[in-house]
């Protein structure tokens, strides 16, 4: 059975850090991209973040370029999202999800087929 959890999400202050946590069963995160979305209430469910198969590099939105950090351990069976700089406006559920594709292509739900079941991150002072 394919599975998703992620964790690691909370309160944190503004300028503050977090690291989530995609832990996946039932398949090797190794042979899949991925990817990291959010939604915050009101909103439609944006890409953040995506990682491909080993060399084939990482996507970011624009609205977290040089602030967030993705990264896969494989022994952990894990992908990782690091949260640094973190303001306000990146308050939302945050949801990890596997790809179709070994290779990120846009961050967009339709090219994503398992979700986890996400996690608060909520920035506020």
């Known amino acids: 059975q394919l599975q998703l959890v992620e964790s690691g999400g909370g309160l944190v202050q503004p300028g503050g850090s977090l690291k989530l946590s995609c832990a996946a069963s039932?398949?090797?995160?190794?042979?899949?991209?991925i990817g990291w979305f959010r939604q915050a209430p009101g909103k439609a469910r944006e890409g953040v973040s995506c990682?491909?198969?080993?060399?084939?590099?990482?996507n970011y939105a624009n609205s977290v370029k040089g602030r967030f950090t993705i990264s896969r351990d494989s022994a952990k069976n894990t992908v990782y999202l690091q949260m640094n700089s973190l303001k306000p406006e990146d308050t939302a559920v945050y949801y990890c999800?596997?790809?179709?594709?070994?290779?990120?292509?846009?961050?967009?739900?339709?090219?994503?087929?398992?979700w986890g079941q996400g996690t608060q991150v909520t920035v506020s002072s």
């Open positions: 039932g398949f090797t995160t190794d042979y899949w991209a």
């Open positions: 999800a596997r790809a179709k594709d070994r290779l990120c292509g846009k961050i967009v739900s339709l090219n994503f087929d398992t």
């Open positions: 990682i491909s198969v080993s060399g084939g590099g990482s």
